[in-house]
């Protein structure tokens, strides 16, 4: 391995301004530079079932130390040998700064030395985090790079271990709105604007044809991406994305406000027995009983019925108004809840003590959202909302970020008129982002673009029954489908990237995933389509039901 670097300067500067008129050149020129596309082709331009034609370096990995470009510094140029799992490549870091603000981020590139397929792919982050750009997988393994595809992340100018959201918040309690805005979309944007001029000058040409993939935090990124800045992009792969971050995290603490509010906790094992219950009775409704709820709309389980045998009155309550989702003092809807049977681990997070005493577990980015972002008080204590309380800090944090970083603007006429492709998978029991946010917001696309059938020309959207929330599906307590490749970047059979790839490369529009069997004990061997919406899989009465073949995609 060798490597050349400069001495690596501050990543953020201060926040003091220039003069004016120097400040105004410096923007204007960052600008006309960086957010001018006139080094990618735009989308569509190729021919059907044309193959993007690769190449190797015209000129060494050490050189691209010496790279100008404006906005932006080469901090090191490495050279990576090849392994079992990755190909030699030349992996670049930069530092970029935005003019409006001296604030400062970090994008990693990754280009294969000799086996570059003529593709790019970018990747999203986690939680509050923007990346990995110190990994060319980024957060997905395994990833891209294996392909032959150049791949670049950023950390979105926050930190990338121990994040949970806490930079939103200054140390006098005001909103650090540039650091926000950098996370919020502006540094997914310069990723893929910096990687394609990387690119273009380490092999002589930019890519043919450029991807994203990413899920969660991911996923918001992609969606801010196709709303935002629509020509950065040929083709998305959008996994569970957390679309409505205004509504989506101070939901999250529902459950503990509506068990806070009756004094009473409820077990983790109390919420697994009434889950094995509504599955129980919600299956076989796709003609195969297996655990998996394939038709998770019409699962219209009570708990009450659950009243003097698996639960108190109490509980059933309580347990009802969590899968009902927040309501305002007067019963007016706020967001969803999660659907009966998903697991409540971390939504409605308990702990229970050897001697029986349960307490709270809420979740940390929750928590966050509402102390640093919503109320800028740290030292809030959530234990103190009553539902009054509950529905005024719901109602803020809507009023404050809904316009800033929820990625829900249903127009994405831009997007299409580039000849961009989208693929959105969401498993219908995630724990993490209730899946009736993503099937909503795709309604509304439909309903603002002509219908349902005039979105699926450039957006589809497949569900996943009995998905969970990326890697935690392996703490799922009952058999559930994931798509494939839902833990990796690589383009696999059946996977949402390998979709999206085919469809803007061969004009090949895809009608279902592979959704893969996995469970606590990791994977089960099922194999099962995974339908377009609002399709759901159907079994056809004979044949092997871990089989996909033996499934169709069926109306409700």
Same mark, same amino acid.
């Given at each position: 391995?060798?490597?050349?670097?400069?001495?690596?300067?501050?990543?953020?500067? #201060?926040? &003091?301004?220039?003069?004016?008129?120097?400040?105004?050149?410096?923007?204007?020129?960052?600008?006309?530079?960086?957010? %001018?596309?006139?080094? $990618?082709?735009?989308?569509?331009?190729?021919?059907?079932?044309?193959?993007? %034609?690769?190449?190797?370096?015209?000129?060494?990995?050490?050189?691209?130390?010496? /790279?100008?470009?404006?906005?932006?510094?080469?901090?090191?140029?490495?050279?990576?040998?090849?392994?079992?799992?990755?190909?030699?490549?030349?992996?670049?870091?930069?530092?970029?700064?935005?003019?409006?603000?001296?604030?400062?981020?970090?994008?990693?590139?990754?280009?294969?030395?000799?086996?570059?397929?003529?593709?790019? *792919?970018?990747? &999203?982050?986690?939680?509050?985090?923007?990346?990995?750009?110190?990994?060319?997988?980024?957060?997905?393994?395994?990833?891209?790079?294996?392909?032959?595809?150049?791949?670049?992340? %950023?950390?979105? #100018? *926050?930190?990338?271990?121990?994040?949970?959201?806490?930079? $939103? /918040?200054?140390?006098?309690?005001?909103?650090?709105?540039?650091?926000?805005?950098?996370?919020?979309?502006?540094?997914?944007?310069?990723?893929?604007?910096?990687?394609?001029?990387?690119?273009?000058?380490?092999?002589?040409?930019?890519?043919?044809?450029?991807?994203?993939?990413?899920?969660?935090?991911?996923?918001?990124?992609?969606?801010?991406?196709?709303? +935002?800045?629509?020509?950065?992009?040929?083709?998305?792969?959008?996994?569970?994305?957390?679309?409505?971050?205004?509504?989506?995290?101070?939901?999250?603490?529902?459950? @503990?406000?509506?068990?806070?509010?009756?004094?009473?906790?409820?077990?983790?094992?109390?919420?697994?027995?009434?889950?094995?219950?509504?599955? $129980? @009775?919600?299956? #076989?409704?796709?003609?195969?009983?297996?655990?998996?709820?394939?038709?998770?709309?019409?699962?219209?389980?009570?708990?009450?019925?659950?009243?003097?045998?698996?639960?108190?009155?109490?509980?059933?309550?309580?347990?009802?108004?969590?899968?009902?989702?927040?309501?305002? %003092?007067?019963?007016?809807?706020?967001?969803?809840?999660?659907?009966?049977?998903?697991?409540?681990?971390?939504?409605?997070?308990?702990?229970?003590?050897?001697?029986?005493?349960?307490?709270?577990?809420?979740?940390?980015?929750?928590?966050?959202?509402?102390?640093?972002?919503?109320?800028?008080?740290?030292?809030?204590?959530?234990?103190?909302?009553?539902?009054?309380? !509950?529905?005024?800090?719901?109602?803020?944090? *809507?009023?404050?970020?809904?316009?800033?970083?929820?990625?829900?603007?249903?127009?994405?006429?831009?997007?299409?008129?580039?000849?961009?492709?989208?693929?959105?998978?969401?498993?219908?029991?995630?724990?993490?982002?209730? *899946?009736?946010?993503?099937?909503?917001?795709?309604?509304?696309?439909?309903?603002?673009?002509?219908?349902?059938?005039?979105?699926?020309?450039?957006? +589809?959207? !497949?569900? $996943?029954?009995?998905?969970?929330?990326?890697?935690?599906?392996?703490?799922?307590?009952?058999?559930?489908?994931?798509?494939?490749?839902?833990?990796?970047?690589?383009?696999?059979?059946?996977?949402?990237?390998?979709?999206?790839?085919?469809?803007?490369?061969?004009?090949?529009?895809?009608?279902?995933?592979?959704?893969?069997?996995?469970?606590?004990?990791?994977?089960?061997?099922?194999?099962?389509?995974?339908?377009?919406?609002?399709?759901?899989?159907?079994?056809?009465?004979?044949?092997?039901?871990?089989?996909?073949?033996?499934?169709?995609?069926?109306? +409700?």
């Amino acid at each position: 391995m060798t490597k050349t670097t400069y001495p690596p300067g501050p990543r953020r500067r #201060g926040r &003091g301004r220039r003069a004016l008129l120097p400040v105004t050149s410096v923007v204007v020129a960052w600008t006309l530079a960086v957010f %001018t596309p006139t080094f $990618a082709a735009p989308a569509g331009t190729q021919a059907a079932d044309a193959s993007p %034609t690769g190449g190797t370096a015209v000129r060494s990995c050490e050189s691209m130390i010496d /790279l100008r470009l404006p906005g932006r510094r080469v901090e090191s140029a490495t050279s990576v040998g090849a392994t079992e799992e990755l190909p030699a490549y030349c992996d670049i870091q930069l530092t970029v700064t935005d003019p409006a603000s001296d604030e400062s981020f970090r994008v990693g590139v990754f280009l294969p030395s000799a086996t570059w397929n003529g593709r790019f *792919v970018g990747t &999203g982050g986690g939680g509050f985090m923007g990346g990995g750009p110190d990994e060319p997988c980024g957060r997905y393994d395994p990833c891209s790079l294996a392909d032959g595809y150049a791949t670049a992340n %950023t950390d979105a #100018g *926050v930190p990338t271990t121990n994040n949970q959201g806490e930079f $939103a /918040l200054s140390p006098d309690n005001t909103l650090n709105k540039p650091v926000v805005d950098i996370w919020n979309h502006l540094s997914i944007h310069q990723t893929a604007v910096s990687a394609k001029k990387v690119i273009t000058a380490y092999y002589g040409k930019g890519p043919a044809y450029s991807y994203f993939y990413g899920g969660s935090a991911g996923g918001r990124q992609a969606m801010m991406e196709a709303q +935002r800045h629509p020509h950065d992009y040929d083709g998305l792969a959008v996994f569970w994305p957390a679309l409505n971050l205004s509504r989506l995290l101070p939901a999250s603490l529902w459950p @503990q406000v509506v068990m806070n509010v009756a004094g009473h906790f409820i077990p983790q094992s109390t919420f697994g027995a009434v889950n094995d219950r509504a599955i $129980a @009775q919600c299956d #076989g409704r796709d003609g195969v009983h297996d655990r998996i709820v394939s038709d998770w709309r019409a699962c219209g389980f009570d708990a009450r019925t659950l009243i003097g045998d698996v639960l108190t009155a109490q509980e059933a309550d309580i347990i009802n108004k969590i899968w009902k989702g927040p309501r305002g %003092t007067d019963g007016r809807f706020l967001w969803h809840g999660p659907p009966p049977g998903t697991p409540l681990g971390r939504m409605a997070g308990t702990v229970t003590d050897e001697d029986g005493t349960t307490s709270p577990q809420p979740r940390t980015d929750a928590l966050t959202w509402v102390t640093h972002w919503v109320l800028q008080d740290p030292d809030f204590d959530w234990r103190t909302l009553t539902y009054e309380k !509950f529905a005024d800090v719901f109602e803020r944090s *809507v009023a404050k970020w809904e316009r800033t970083v929820d990625a829900v603007d249903p127009d994405l006429s831009a997007f299409r008129a580039t000849g961009g492709r989208m693929v959105i998978t969401h498993g219908t029991f995630d724990g993490s982002i209730p *899946v009736q946010g993503t099937v909503d917001y795709y309604n509304r696309v439909a309903d603002r673009m002509g219908g349902i059938r005039e979105v699926q020309d450039f957006a +589809r959207l !497949f569900l $996943a029954p009995g998905g969970g929330h990326e890697t935690l599906i392996r703490s799922h307590p009952h058999p559930g489908l994931m798509p494939a490749g839902y833990y990796g970047g690589l383009p696999s059979p059946g996977s949402a990237l390998e979709a999206v790839v085919n469809w803007v490369e061969k004009k090949r529009k895809p009608t279902t995933l592979l959704g893969v069997g996995e469970g606590s004990t990791g994977e089960t061997g099922m194999k099962r389509p995974l339908c377009m919406y609002p399709l759901a899989a159907r079994y056809k009465g004979h044949g092997d039901t871990n089989d996909a073949d033996n499934f169709r995609c069926a109306a +409700r």
